[in-house]
Every structure is written in structure tokens, then in C-alpha cells.
């Protein structure tokens, strides 16, 4: 009887080491004692534009510091600066974080979209990959944007004349650029298996 017991004792040891294996991160944070002098000028760059240390995605890119800190200030322009704005902005991260199923990107600007003015309902129904009810027309045309670009790859001609004559050219060509951005953070995370923050919740997956 014993001997039954053994080999599902040791399936379950071996599944038990395989989530743990996956849920660690595969570019855990470098100790700032052991920084290059690459790093550590990238560092201070980084906290002169920031006023803190590198930190999430971030302490994550140090690994590249020079991509970390372009990355950065792509990143400086386009969640505080773009032609569209803060709240927008927001809601395109929360649409690029959902469709790359980004627990940590989602965990972080979730509650700025809210305190932006998001509504609660129409970030509920990006979370469970349904287009939202209620959106105004601005928050139509950047989710419809969002969404092609994600999704089948390009912008059709009804849709980017839309944000083009709300927000110009240059409205265009921010607001692709903040899908980009937060999709290359996404595939950085989604390849380190960089974990939420501690509390953040787990995205629900779509089907493969």
C-alpha cells in the first residue's frame, strides 16, 4: 500500500516545483551592489527623470540598461504627454495590458484609469475581453483603435480617420505608439514571467 502511495506523492512533489517554477520571475531585480558601471549610470538616469529608483518593468530592463532608459523616456512622453492625453492614454494601456494578459501592467494602471475617470464598468468589460457599453465617443475611437491594432495587426481607414480628425496626426500617431510601448513592456514581462505586484489579481486568461 505504501508502495501505491509513492508514485502520486512524487507526481504531486513534481507539479508543486513546476507552478513555483513558473511563477518566478526569470530577471529577478539586480542588487544595486552588484550594478555594472553601465547600470549604475543608467540608474542615476534614471532617478533624475523619475526621482526614484528603477523599479517593476524597469528594474527588469537593467539587465539592457541602456534599452532600460530609452525605454524610460519613451515611456516619459507618452503616459504624461501624448496628444490625446492622460485619461485615454490610460484606458489604451488597460486594452494593450488585457490583450497581452499583463497581470503586472494591468495591476499598475487599473486604479489610475479609475482615478482618471474611467468608468469601473467599461474597465470591467475590457477585463473579461468584451467591448464595453457606455464608452463615449472618444472612448470609442481609442478602444477601436486599440483593439485592430492588437488584434488583426493594422487600423482600418474608418477607424483611423476618426482619431485623425479628433486628434490629429499627431493624435494618430501617439496613440499607436502608446499600444506599442505598453506591448513591448508586455512582451518584456510576459518573457521574464515578471509577477503582478504582491495583491495584484491574475488577469482571467482568454482561450488559446
Excluded at 131 to 156: C, W
Aim: hydrophobic content about 40%; aromatic content about 12%; cysteine-free.
Amino acid at each position: 500500500m505504501i508502495a501505491g502511495l509513492i508514485r502520486p506523492l512524487f507526481i504531486l512533489i513534481i507539479l508543486a516545483y513546476s507552478i513555483i517554477g513558473v511563477s518566478q520571475t526569470r530577471l529577478p531585480t539586480i542588487p544595486i551592489d552588484q550594478y555594472t558601471p553601465e547600470q549604475v549610470k543608467a540608474a542615476q538616469e534614471f532617478e533624475q527623470a523619475r526621482k526614484k529608483a528603477p523599479w517593476g518593468p524597469f528594474a527588469m530592463l537593467m539587465y539592457s540598461p541602456e534599452l532600460m532608459n530609452n525605454a524610460r523616456s519613451m515611456g516619459d512622453y507618452l503616459r504624461y504627454k501624448s496628444a490625446i492625453g492622460t485619461t485615454l492614454s490610460e484606458f489604451a494601456i488597460l486594452i494593450t495590458a488585457r490583450e497581452w494578459s499583463q497581470d503586472y501592467e494591468w495591476a499598475i494602471h487599473y486604479p489610475i484609469a479609475i482615478d482618471g475617470g474611467l468608468s469601473p464598468a467599461i474597465a470591467g468589460a475590457i477585463k473579461e475581453g468584451r467591448r464595453p457599453e457606455g464608452m463615449s465617443n472618444d472612448e470609442a475611437m481609442v478602444y477601436d483603435f486599440t483593439i485592430e491594432l492588437q488584434r488583426y495587426k493594422r487600423v482600418s481607414d474608418t477607424t483611423y480617420s476618426k482619431v485623425e480628425k479628433r486628434f490629429g496626426k499627431k493624435g494618430a500617431v501617439d496613440l499607436a505608439g502608446i499600444a506599442g510601448y505598453y506591448t513591448f513592456l508586455a512582451m518584456e514581462m510576459n518573457t521574464a514571467r515578471h509577477p503582478a505586484p504582491s495583491g495584484g489579481e491574475r488577469l482571467p486568461r482568454f482561450p488559446d
